[in-house]
Protein backbone atom coordinates (compact mmCIF):
# COMPACT_ATOMS: atom_id res chain seq x y z
CA UNK A 1 0.00 0.00 0.00
CA UNK A 2 1.34 3.69 -0.86
CA UNK A 3 0.29 6.30 1.54
CA UNK A 4 -1.52 8.59 -0.71
CA UNK A 5 -4.61 7.77 -2.35
CA UNK A 6 -3.65 7.67 -6.33
CA UNK A 7 -6.16 8.64 -9.66
CA UNK A 8 -7.02 5.71 -11.05
CA UNK A 9 -8.40 6.40 -14.62
CA UNK A 10 -10.60 3.32 -14.81
CA UNK A 11 -12.40 3.95 -11.66
CA UNK A 12 -12.67 7.84 -12.15
CA UNK A 13 -11.62 9.03 -8.31
CA UNK A 14 -8.65 8.59 -5.89
CA UNK A 15 -8.30 5.15 -4.72
CA UNK A 16 -5.80 3.04 -2.43
CA UNK A 17 -2.94 1.50 -4.71
CA UNK A 18 -0.20 -1.30 -4.23
CA UNK A 19 3.40 -0.38 -5.83
CA UNK A 20 4.51 -2.94 -8.00
CA UNK A 21 7.76 -1.54 -9.35
CA UNK A 22 9.49 1.87 -8.39
CA UNK A 23 11.17 4.08 -10.78
CA UNK A 24 11.10 7.35 -12.57
CA UNK A 25 7.29 6.37 -12.80
CA UNK A 26 5.64 3.70 -10.15
CA UNK A 27 4.18 1.38 -11.72
CA UNK A 28 0.64 0.61 -9.34
CA UNK A 29 -2.01 -1.29 -8.93
CA UNK A 30 -5.71 0.18 -8.01
CA UNK A 31 -6.97 -2.21 -4.95
CA UNK A 32 -10.66 -1.47 -5.87
CA UNK A 33 -10.73 -2.25 -9.72
CA UNK A 34 -7.12 -4.13 -10.11
CA UNK A 35 -6.26 -2.06 -12.53
CA UNK A 36 -2.30 -1.51 -13.06
CA UNK A 37 -1.13 1.96 -14.26
CA UNK A 38 2.00 4.25 -14.13
CA UNK A 39 1.96 7.14 -11.70
CA UNK A 40 4.24 10.34 -12.86
CA UNK A 41 7.19 9.99 -9.63
CA UNK A 42 7.25 14.51 -8.30
CA UNK A 43 11.15 14.72 -7.89
CA UNK A 44 11.90 17.08 -4.59
CA UNK A 45 14.56 19.10 -5.25
CA UNK A 46 17.35 18.94 -2.41
CA UNK A 47 19.53 21.28 -0.82
CA UNK A 48 22.76 20.49 1.08
CA UNK A 49 22.53 21.82 4.39
CA UNK A 50 25.16 22.86 6.87
CA UNK A 51 24.86 21.69 9.99
CA UNK A 52 26.25 22.48 13.33
CA UNK A 53 26.02 19.35 15.93
CA UNK A 54 27.01 20.54 19.65
CA UNK A 55 27.85 17.40 21.86
CA UNK A 56 28.43 18.54 25.48
CA UNK A 57 31.25 20.76 24.81
CA UNK A 58 32.46 20.23 21.51
CA UNK A 59 30.99 21.28 18.27
CA UNK A 60 31.41 19.50 14.35
CA UNK A 61 30.04 20.59 11.21
CA UNK A 62 27.86 18.01 9.05
CA UNK A 63 26.33 18.46 5.57
CA UNK A 64 23.25 16.59 4.93
CA UNK A 65 20.65 16.50 1.96
CA UNK A 66 17.13 17.56 2.59
CA UNK A 67 14.00 18.55 0.18
CA UNK A 68 14.05 22.24 -0.26
CA UNK A 69 10.30 23.00 0.51
CA UNK A 70 10.35 20.96 3.90
CA UNK A 71 9.95 23.01 7.17
CA UNK A 72 12.41 23.46 9.93
CA UNK A 73 11.27 24.39 13.26
CA UNK A 74 13.44 25.35 16.72
CA UNK A 75 13.19 22.60 19.31
CA UNK A 76 12.07 19.96 15.98
CA UNK A 77 14.23 17.19 16.01
CA UNK A 78 16.34 16.48 12.67
CA UNK A 79 18.67 13.18 11.76
CA UNK A 80 21.49 14.67 10.79
CA UNK A 81 22.81 11.43 8.05
CA UNK A 82 26.36 13.25 6.93
CA UNK A 83 27.30 10.08 4.26
CA UNK A 84 30.81 11.15 4.92
CA UNK A 85 30.18 10.83 8.76
CA UNK A 86 28.02 8.96 11.54
CA UNK A 87 24.41 9.64 11.95
CA UNK A 88 23.12 11.49 14.80
CA UNK A 89 19.43 12.35 15.84
CA UNK A 90 19.64 16.08 17.28
CA UNK A 91 17.06 18.72 18.25
CA UNK A 92 17.02 21.91 16.29
CA UNK A 93 18.61 24.44 18.67
CA UNK A 94 18.66 27.70 16.35
CA UNK A 95 18.36 28.34 12.57
CA UNK A 96 20.36 30.60 10.83
CA UNK A 97 18.85 32.45 7.76
CA UNK A 98 20.05 35.88 6.69
CA UNK A 99 19.15 36.57 10.66
CA UNK A 100 18.02 34.54 13.44
CA UNK A 101 14.53 32.72 12.85
CA UNK A 102 12.12 30.17 14.66
CA UNK A 103 10.96 28.52 11.64
CA UNK A 104 12.10 28.41 7.71
CA UNK A 105 12.10 26.39 4.76
CA UNK A 106 15.57 24.55 4.28
CA UNK A 107 16.24 26.78 1.44
CA UNK A 108 15.96 29.81 3.16
CA UNK A 109 18.58 28.18 5.68
CA UNK A 110 22.29 28.53 5.68
CA UNK A 111 22.98 27.22 8.85
CA UNK A 112 20.85 24.95 11.22
CA UNK A 113 22.50 25.15 15.26
CA UNK A 114 21.80 21.72 16.61
CA UNK A 115 22.19 19.82 19.86
CA UNK A 116 23.07 16.00 20.08
CA UNK A 117 19.86 14.26 21.65
CA UNK A 118 20.71 10.34 20.85
CA UNK A 119 23.50 10.83 23.58
CA UNK A 120 23.60 13.56 25.76
CA UNK A 121 25.85 14.70 29.03
CA UNK A 122 23.70 15.06 32.26
CA UNK A 123 24.77 16.90 34.70
CA UNK A 124 23.77 15.46 38.71
CA UNK A 125 23.84 17.17 41.99
CA UNK A 126 23.68 14.96 45.36
CA UNK A 127 23.63 15.58 48.57
CA UNK A 128 25.85 14.20 50.74
CA UNK A 129 26.68 15.15 54.47
CA UNK A 130 25.48 18.85 53.80
CA UNK A 131 27.85 19.52 50.55
CA UNK A 132 26.50 19.12 47.14
CA UNK A 133 28.71 16.89 45.08
CA UNK A 134 28.64 17.80 41.35
CA UNK A 135 28.57 14.77 38.84
CA UNK A 136 28.32 14.11 35.16
CA UNK A 137 27.39 11.29 33.16
CA UNK A 138 26.84 10.05 29.25
CA UNK A 139 23.52 8.79 28.79
CA UNK A 140 21.45 7.55 26.33
CA UNK A 141 18.95 10.80 25.16
CA UNK A 142 15.33 8.99 25.72
CA UNK A 143 16.67 6.89 29.34
CA UNK A 144 13.82 8.52 31.57
CA UNK A 145 14.72 9.79 34.98
CA UNK A 146 11.66 10.24 37.73
CA UNK A 147 11.67 12.06 40.86
CA UNK A 148 11.84 9.29 43.50
CA UNK A 149 13.75 6.88 41.78
CA UNK A 150 17.03 5.37 43.29
CA UNK A 151 20.30 5.32 40.99
CA UNK A 152 23.62 4.75 41.88
CA UNK A 153 26.17 6.69 40.21
CA UNK A 154 29.74 6.84 40.16
CA UNK A 155 29.82 4.79 44.04
CA UNK A 156 26.83 7.55 44.65
CA UNK A 157 23.30 6.25 45.45
CA UNK A 158 20.91 8.36 45.86
CA UNK A 159 17.13 8.94 45.33
CA UNK A 160 16.43 11.60 42.62
CA UNK A 161 14.49 14.61 44.44
CA UNK A 162 14.43 17.55 41.86
CA UNK A 163 14.40 17.56 37.39
CA UNK A 164 15.31 20.85 36.29
CA UNK A 165 14.48 20.78 32.12
CA UNK A 166 16.11 22.69 29.55
CA UNK A 167 13.83 25.29 28.85
CA UNK A 168 12.06 26.22 31.85
CA UNK A 169 10.89 24.41 34.79
CA UNK A 170 11.00 21.28 36.87
CA UNK A 171 9.09 17.83 35.98
CA UNK A 172 8.84 14.59 37.94
CA UNK A 173 9.51 12.48 34.84
CA UNK A 174 11.51 13.75 31.76
CA UNK A 175 14.17 12.13 29.11
CA UNK A 176 17.70 12.63 29.83
CA UNK A 177 17.87 15.11 26.56
CA UNK A 178 15.41 17.80 27.86
CA UNK A 179 16.75 17.54 31.14
CA UNK A 180 19.18 20.39 32.76
CA UNK A 181 19.73 19.12 35.83
CA UNK A 182 18.74 16.35 38.42
CA UNK A 183 19.40 16.64 42.39
CA UNK A 184 19.55 13.63 44.24
CA UNK A 185 19.83 13.00 47.82
CA UNK A 186 22.41 10.44 49.20
CA UNK A 187 20.98 6.86 50.65
Not at 38 to 58: A, G, H, M, T, Y
Not at 131 to 148: M, W
Request: aromatic share 4%; with cysteine.
Amino acid sequence: MLDDQIFCPVCGVDTEHALIKSGQENLVRCEECETVHSVQVKRERLVNLKVIVSNDERSEPYLINIPAKEVLRVGDELLVDDPAKDVVMTQISSLETDRRVNVAPAEDVKTVWARATDEVPLKISVYRSGKSHPLKISVAGDEVFEVGEVRKVEGFKFVIVKIKLRGEGFADVAGAKDIQRVWGREL
